[in-house]
């Protein structure tokens, strides 16, 4: 028996280890999860229901429609009742031309502003008024940005689901290998979103040259970034051993 | 007679969750050693073996068999190590590297009862790590030493020299 024979008899005695069942069951359940999420059509169109597709298509067409002209209507409707408001005379010979439902009288055009020396305390009151009213009327039109921060604060929200999520992958590593593999999948899907590399698209060799040179400009972070961006895109690529000393040495 | 693994892989890729099982049943047990031995911490061990295997999943549409797939999944199961090894601050020199620490201490290890088997597992764990890799690898999933230096991106001749460098010293351990 060669020595490497006898060597390798002697390491097969050693215990055999396997990995626990916990792992198993979160390895298989996962490999499972994969081709189940495979999209899938929504509807066959086979058989007596092929007139489906043209139905929804025709459907959602009108129902867009509908809803265009209705908006459109609504801004002009808008537009015409703000119209009285806007103080240039020839216009509003062309605005009189127009219905518009006034609830309350035009108000009266004001009076001619006394002179300078009669501008005392009722001419401030009144300018005060009127940027009271200016103020309002840039209120209200201002009104749904005001009630926009919802979106302008969901801005963040991709950042924030990541961090939970980091959280809850935390959290999940202390508890079942399942789990673990579940927020890492969803941790990876996010960072897949959310991080898309500047080199995604070029070939692995140009992708590692893009690496080699934030090593070089000294963007050590974004490189490793880039690098375990590259390890999950081409898992089994090998990088030669000189670029990866290279990259150790800078 | 068996489907051979790459069968089994790109019909996973199709959406055979099946393929995959018995792919995962055929290689569990020599992966998860490679994993074990190579890496001195039990809790690492398992989360890189975890990774190759997420790895692979992920890779499923992918996959073109160009190699054996026991060498791409030990290529994919090298490239962890390594990354694994930097982010420990162990640079490529020193996978070859002589003085390895032995963490004799270990009781799982103190555990496996016989002696000479202890002090086997033991020498295997103070190989440099370049080494210690290349002889799991040979032992545990029989890759050839081509194939050794593939899925670590070597050449033949670098593979060669660290599984004859490790057969050495595992041959003084097993005489005594």
């Known amino acids: 028996m060669s020595d490497e024979q006898k060597i390798s008899q002697r390491y097969r005695e050693l215990s055999r280890e396997e990995p626990p069942p916990r792992l198993d069951d979160a390895i298989l359940a996962a490999s499972r999860r994969a081709v189940q999420t495979r999209p899938a059509p929504l509807v066959v169109p086979s058989g ?3 007139w489906y597709f043209p139905l929804a298509a025709a ?18 409707d808008l537009e015409v009742a703000e119209a009285p408001a806007s103080p240039p005379p020839p216009a509003r010979e062309a605005q009189d031309n127009l219905y518009v439902p006034d609830p309350k009288p035009a108000p009266a055009p004001a009076p001619a ?5 009669d501008a005392g305390e009722l001419g ?13 009327s840039q209120q209200a039109p201002a009104a749904p940005p005001a009630a926009a921060p919802p979106p302008a604060a969901s801005a963040p929200a991709p950042a924030q689901d990541a961090v939970s999520g980091m959280r809850e992958s935390r ?4 508890a079942a290998p399942q789990a673990r593999m579940e927020a890492r999948s969803a941790m990876r899907q996010q960072a897949t979103i959310g991080a898309a590399s500047a080199f995604a ?11 080699d040179d934030l090593k070089r400009q000294g963007r050590h972070d974004e490189a490793e970034r880039e690098l375990a961006e590259f390890r999950k895109r081409y898992p089994d690529y090998r990088i030669p051993e000189a670029i990866l000393e290279k990259f150790e040495k800078r | 007679m068996e489907a051979p693994d790459e069968e089994l892989m790109l019909a996973y890729g199709q959406g055979d969750a099946g ?3 018995t792919l995962y049943k055929r290689h569990r047990g020599p992966l998860y050693r490679f994993m074990v031995r190579a890496l001195k911490h039990r809790s690492a061990a398992e989360e890189l073996f975890q990774e190759v295997w997420i790895r692979v999943i992920e890779s499923r549409s992918r996959y073109a068999p160009q190699a054996r797939f026991t060498t791409w999944l030990y290529t994919i199961a090298h490239n962890l190590l390594v990354d694994h090894w930097r982010k420990k601050g162990l640079s490529l020199a020193s996978l070859d590297a002589e003085d390895v620490a032995v963490e004799s201490a270990n009781p799982a290890r103190r555990a496996e009862g016989r002696e000479a088997l202890a002090r086997l597992l033991q020498a295997i764990e103070a190989l440099p790590p370049a080494q210690r890799e290349a002889f799991l690898l040979h032992e545990e999933s029989g890759l050839t030493v081509a194939e050794i230096a593939a899925a670590t991106g070597t050449n033949e001749e670098a593979a060669k020299s660290r599984l004859r460098y490790a057969m050495a010293k595992l041959k003084a351990v097993v005489d005594e």
Request: charged residues 30%; positive net charge; aromatic residues 4%.
């Open chain 1, 59 to 76: 459907a959602v067409i009108v129902l867009a429609v509908a809803v265009t002209i209705h908006v459109e209507r609504q801004r002009s």
């Open chain 1, 171 to 174: 959290r999940a590593d202390e």
């Open chain 1, 113 to 117: 502003r006394p002179p300078a020396s």
């Open chain 1, 48 to 50: 007596r229901l092929r």
């Open chain 2, 19 to 21: 393929a995959f099982e």
């Open chain 1, 201 to 211: 698209a070029a070939s692995p060799e140009q992708w590692l040259q893009g690496i």
């Open chain 1, 124 to 136: 401030a009151k009144r300018d005060a008024e009127r940027l009271a009213d200016l103020q309002k």
